[in-house]
Antibody, heavy 114, light 107 residues
């Protein structure tokens, strides 16, 4: 199971840190992804972190503004989001990769608005 | 970035019909393609991974085929719960990308 938290309403240029806490599987053995979905739109991959945190990838749309990290002792992956823009408004979900993304959280909503 | 183009955008069918959804990649993704179903207000559900492997618990009426740049998701006989949006996704190259989705709705 994956449970996200940390969403909310933030002004343009602001920051938020999202968390995703895992249970029911060996979190430290899996890389993790963040995926977002803007209202009424499709799925957009955001970021990935390897199981040990050594390798990270980002979508071009968030590179330099977002940072993914993890704490395997807390079974948690984070997404630090800085310099937020209106186009970052979305539901952010974490997902576990195993072939495809086989476990998803329900997501946490982020609204960027003045 | 690999662009995935799904067609059609909307498929209007009736329960019991066969559904055929297409996903075309802008360059080869080998067999590293997955399919997801998303019902309103729910998280996506993995249906097919690596082009043709059904995920755990997915009914046999869902099947995937293809390799390289052309992929197909087939639902052999639609049930009411299958009316949803379907996305393809590639994990061959970074950034991983999704298609724009195909909506299967009631005719």
């Amino acid at each position: 199971q994956l449970v996200e938290s940390g969403g909310g309403v933030v002004q343009p240029g602001g920051s938020l840190r999202l968390s995703c806490t895992a249970s029911g599987f060996s979190f430290r053995n899996y890389g993790m992804h963040w995926v977002r979905q803007a209202p009424g739109k499709g799925l957009e991959w955001v970021a990935f972190i390897q199981y040990d945190g050594a390798i990270k990838y980002y979508a071009d749309s968030v590179k330099g503004r977002f940072s993914i990290s993890r704490d395997n002792s807390q079974n948690t992956v984070y997404l630090q989001m800085n310099s937020l823009r209106g186009e970052d408004t979305a539901v952010y979900s974490c997902a576990r990769p195993s072939g495809g993304y086989d476990v998803w959280g329900k997501g946490t909503a982020v609204t960027v608005s003045s | 970035e690999i662009v995935l183009t799904q067609s059609p955008a909307t498929l209007s069918l009736s329960p019991g019909d066969r559904a055929t959804l297409s996903c075309r990649a802008s360059q080869s993704v080998s067999f590293y393609l997955a399919w997801y179903q998303q019902r309103p207000g729910q998280a996506p559900r993995l249906l097919i991974y690596d082009a043709s492997n059904r995920a755990t618990g997915i009914p046999a009426r869902f099947s995937g085929s293809g390799s390289g740049t052309d992929f197909t998701l087939t639902i052999s006989s639609l049930e009411p719960a299958d009316f949803a949006v379907y996305y393809c996704q590639q994990r061959s190259n970074w950034p991983q990308t999704f298609g724009q989705g195909t909506r299967v709705d009631f005719k």
